[in-house]
């Protein structure tokens, strides 16, 4: 079975510039998720989609961020402009339920790095 | 959501026992215990997962007691290639609940 993937792996651009990541999940998980990861961090939790719904987004920073799941599956996020301090590391995750608990599968990440 | 708290690092050496412990004193009645793993430029990876007493598969075991205030993951003779990051997370038994990562465990082998 194939896992999350995202690409690009690795991204670099300069300040003001916009940039999108893709993010295609495990299939039949119904349940999304954007994590941010910065260095020396644990993944802080972005937006998560159930479905095509963003069921949480509150901390998601919407000024310069925008993210959507269309048709249930695959999920985009992206960032105008970009600023110095979104460089990171961006996972996507998707879940299911085994006898009620979750499990999240997480894909490698795309690395930004914003000049 | 449960806060939890675990130490930042840890050193070990080449076929010992790691024991990483969690502290999660407001753990709730349905509040579960999840470990993840994170090797660098990866995403987390599931460890293990478990509500009360003592869980095993291949990779580790979890521990947790009767209070579910802490809970303990064992690595069995560890190798070179168990030097990652750890996480502890507790989250609810309900579908789509979300989860916290702290700045985990940072487990170096040594040969």
């Known amino acids: 079975e194939a896992g999350v993937v995202q690409s690009p792996r690795y991204k670099i651009i300069e300040k003001k510039q916009p940039v999108a990541f893709w993010c295609n999940p495990i299939s039949g998980h119904n349940t999304l998720y954007w994590y941010r990861q910065n260095l020396g961090q644990g993944p802080e939790l972005l937006i998560r989609?159930?479905?095509?719904?963003?069921?949480?987004d509150s901390q998601l920073p919407k000024d310069r961020f925008s993210a959507e799941r269309l048709k249930g599956v695959d999920s985009t996020l992206k960032i105008q402009p970009a600023e110095l301090g979104d460089s990171a590391v961006y996972l996507c995750?998707?879940?299911?339920?085994?006898?009620?608990?979750?499990?999240?599968?997480f894909g490698p990440g795309t690395r930004l790095l914003v000049l | 959501l449960a806060k939890t708290t675990q130490p930042i690092s840890m050193d070990s050496y080449e076929g010992q026992e790691v024991n990483i412990t969690c502290s999660h004193n407001n753990i709730a009645t349905n509040d579960y215990i999840t470990w993840y793993q994170q090797f660098p430029s990866q995403g987390p990876r599931f460890i293990i997962q478990?509500?009360?007493t003592k869980v095993t598969n291949e990779v580790a075991s979890l521990f947790i007691p009767a209070d579910r205030k802490s809970s303990t993951l064992s690595l069995p003779r560890v190798s070179l290639s168990d030097t990652a990051v750890y996480y502890c997370?507790?989250?609810?038994?309900?579908?789509?609940?979300?989860?916290?990562f702290g700045p985990g465990t940072r487990l170096s082998v040594l040969p």
């Open positions: 995750a998707s879940s299911h339920l085994t006898s009620g608990r979750e499990t999240q599968y």
């Open positions: 997370l507790v989250g609810v038994e309900n579908y789509g609940q979300n989860f916290v």
């Open positions: 478990g509500y009360k």
């Open positions: 989609y159930e479905n095509e719904e963003a069921v949480d």
